[in-house]
């Protein structure tokens, strides 16, 4: 366990927050410092939920069929 985690959550509880959503950043990965905190925060009483976003679909393209003479 960590001091921080333990902190941010007692801290949470006492402002009578009991739910967060936790969004990464872009590239950002759970592991770590980043896993051992949210897991300590989860530990202590607070309901975290991890938010990750979707990439959007890449848009196919079809191109118009070419005929090649020779």
Request: cysteine-free; charged content about 25%; overall charge positive.
């Amino acid at each position: 366990m960590t001091a921080f985690g333990s902190i941010l959550a007692q801290r949470a509880l006492g402002d009578d927050i009991h739910d967060v959503i936790y969004t990464p950043r872009k590239g950002e990965k759970l592991e770590g410092k980043l896993q051992i905190m949210l897991q300590d925060i989860i530990d202590n009483g607070v309901n975290v939920k991890v938010k990750l976003k979707q990439r959007k679909a890449k848009k196919f393209t079809t191109y118009p069929a070419v005929s090649v003479y020779y």
